[in-house]
Every structure is written in C-alpha cells, then in structure tokens.
C-alpha cells in the first residue's frame, strides 16, 4: 500500500504533543535543537526530508559540546526507532479499516452527499492561501508565533538552513487539537481528514480514533492529489500551491510551478522569467551598493 507523502521523520512529536524522550522526561535543550527541523518541515515531501537530515548534521556540528553532539546523535537514533515503530502502526490502522482511505474524486462525491465533514489539519498559513468549501479547519500543527530566545534561535536557524527558499516555518503542535475537534465535530460524525500531502492527516486520524472517533476517512495524498473539480475550493490558487513558499515560490522554481506553466502556457512563463530576472538584477544591485558601501566607508578612513 502506497502511504502518498508519508514522511515520518517530520512528525515524530505529532502523536505525543512535546519534545520528549521514551521515558517522558523533557528533552535537554541541546537535543530540541536537533529537532527544529522536524517541526518546521512537517509538510516536507521526501526531498525535502533529505534536505532536513542535513539541517540536522548541521545543527549538531552547532553545539557547543562533545557531550550535546553525543546525546543528540542517540536520542537522533532513538527518535527514528520510534519513527519506524509509527510507520507501521500508521499502516496497521489503515489496513485493519480504523481509518478508510480516499481518492481525491472520492473525497468530493462524500462531500456532496451532505453528511461529510472535511476536517482540515494543515497550519494557517497553508490554509489562508487555498482551502476546502465548507471545512473545519483545525491544525494539528501551527506556525509558531512564539517570541521567547528559544524561538527565535528555532527560527533564525531554520531561516538560515533552507526557510528562506522553500518558505517553510517552524512549526509546534497545537495543544487545543483534540479539544477543539471534540467541540466542534460530533464522535458520530463522518470525518474525511486532511492535510497538504496527506502525512499530519494520517497522523491526526489516530488521535481522532483513540478519542472515539470511528467513522474516519483518510484523503491519501493530500491536497497536492486534489485535480480541478474534485472538491470545492475557498481561493484562487489551485490545492497543490499551499504547501509552497519563499523565494523558491516567487522565482517559479517549484514543481508545483513547472507542472502549472506546461497547463497556462507561454504567458504563465513568462511571468515567472520575469519575477527571477527581477531578483537577479535586485542581487546584483545589492551587490553594487555594498562595494560603493565598503568604498565610501575606505575613504572615511583614509
């Protein structure tokens, strides 16, 4: 069985909540740090699972210790232990008929029916750009607004290691998940759960199903496997443009963007050349101003 989008390593705290170890006990910091990553990236395809490895190796050459790199490289293995462990669990469910799967075009027939309720897990900044006509959307993962210095280095190291390209933002688990579905949508509702590519949404369905849920409905693949005209779409992009960002985004260097243009055509194309030539030429203007810059500032001190 195909689990479309189904890259664990990015959702090894969807099931607990919190960064913590086997035992339960709150991970030093020096081993969060080696999470960033994972929760920024929790909508990450296989590419950019690999990408978030090295984000990894690059944090861990970052710690100020022998003994931080030590203890995140065996909670690192500790962690993908786990993550196999819920690989197979996430397929068992599926497999035993807790959690039904449905095409893209299945999911738009239930819908139709009036007695589906699409329950939409995706970030709000995912959300905001495209969604589903008449979903609840609760994100079991959000974009985290938090302020404090750990925070900050979070996203200043997830900027730096590949945020400002594939826009990308640190994520933490929403604590109100569960809360918020229990008071919104009844245990004897007909839920088909969903997400951008169709991990956090298999992910969410065990919690629902753990909570009494029993009429769950996985929408495999995603929003990315949404065709025109299988769903009812809130927004003028299509589905597969919401987990997309950054600079990777406004260049048209996405495959979302190659797939669209062979669609719209020349024009499309176009557009996207000229947002790349823009930024080349704002590179090299910046690049202009700092040696005029560094040559102004010689001068003074001569």
Request: glycine fraction near 8%.
């Given at each position: 069985?195909?689990?479309?989008?189904?890259?664990?390593k990015?959702?090894?705290?969807?099931?607990?909540?919190?960064?913590?170890?086997?035992?339960?006990?709150?991970?030093?910091?020096?081993?969060?740090?080696?999470?960033?990553?994972?929760?920024?990236?929790?909508?990450?395809?296989?590419?950019?699972?690999?990408?978030?490895?090295?984000?990894?190796?690059?944090?861990?050459?970052?710690?100020?210790?022998?003994?931080?790199?030590?203890?995140?490289?065996?909670?690192?293995?500790?962690?993908?232990?786990?993550?196999?462990?819920a690989?197979?669990?996430?397929?068992?469910?599926?497999?035993?008929?807790?959690?039904?799967?449905?095409?893209?075009?299945?999911?738009?027939?239930?819908?139709?029916?009036?007695?589906?309720?699409?329950?939409?897990?995706?970030?709000?900044?995912?959300?905001?750009?495209?969604?589903?006509?008449?979903?609840?959307?609760?994100?079991?993962?959000?974009?985290?607004?938090?302020?404090?210095?750990?925070?900050?280095?979070?996203?200043?190291?997830?900027?730096?290691?590949?945020?400002?390209?594939?826009g990308?933002?640190?994520?933490?688990?929403?604590?109100?998940?569960?809360?918020?579905?229990?008071?919104?949508?009844?245990?004897?509702?007909?839920?088909?759960?969903?997400?951008?590519?169709?991990?956090?949404?298999?992910?969410?369905?065990?919690?629902?199903?753990?909570?009494?849920?029993?009429?769950?409905?996985?929408?495999?693949?995603?929003l990315?496997?949404?065709?025109?005209?299988?769903?009812?779409?809130?927004?003028p992009?299509?589905?597969?443009?919401?987990?997309?960002?950054?600079?990777?985004?406004?260049?048209?260097?996405?495959?979302?963007?190659?797939?669209?243009?062979?669609?719209?055509?020349?024009?499309?194309?176009?557009?996207?050349?000229?947002?790349?030539?823009?930024?080349v030429?704002?590179?090299?203007?910046?690049?202009?101003?700092?040696?005029?810059?560094?040559?102004?500032?010689?001068?003074?001190?001569?």
């Amino acid at each position: 069985m195909a689990m479309a989008g189904l890259s664990l390593k990015s959702t090894v705290a969807v099931t607990s909540g919190a960064l913590q170890s086997r035992d339960n006990r709150p991970l030093s910091f020096p081993v969060q740090k080696c999470l960033v990553s994972q929760l920024a990236s929790v909508s990450a395809s296989h590419a950019n699972f690999r990408a978030a490895s090295m984000r990894h190796l690059a944090l861990q050459r970052a710690s100020p210790s022998t003994g931080g790199r030590v203890r995140c490289e065996v909670d690192l293995a500790e962690q993908m232990k786990e993550m196999r462990a819920a690989e197979k669990r996430w397929e068992q469910q599926v497999k035993e008929g807790k959690v039904k799967q449905l095409s893209a075009k299945e999911a738009g027939y239930a819908m139709q029916l009036n007695d589906y309720t699409f329950l939409d897990v995706r970030p709000s900044n995912e959300h905001s750009r495209v969604s589903v006509k008449d979903s609840i959307h609760i994100p079991i993962y959000d974009v985290d607004q938090s302020v404090d210095p750990a925070s900050l280095s979070k996203k200043f190291s997830n900027f730096t290691m590949g945020g400002w390209w594939n826009g990308l933002p640190v994520m933490k688990y929403n604590e109100r998940f569960m809360p918020d579905v229990v008071a919104k949508i009844p245990k004897t509702a007909n839920i088909i759960v969903g997400c951008q590519k169709g991990l956090r949404s298999l992910a969410a369905c065990e919690q629902l199903y753990k909570a009494g849920y029993r009429n769950l409905f996985w929408l495999n693949g995603g929003l990315d496997a949404v065709q025109e005209g299988d769903l009812e779409k809130e927004g003028p992009l299509p589905f597969n443009f919401g987990g997309i960002g950054g600079v990777s985004e406004f260049i048209g260097w996405t495959d979302v963007q190659r797939l669209e243009a062979k669609k719209q055509g020349l024009g499309y194309r176009v557009a996207l050349f000229g947002r790349l030539l823009a930024v080349v030429l704002a590179a090299d203007l910046a690049f202009v101003g700092a040696q005029q810059l560094s040559r102004f500032f010689f001068e003074l001190r001569q």
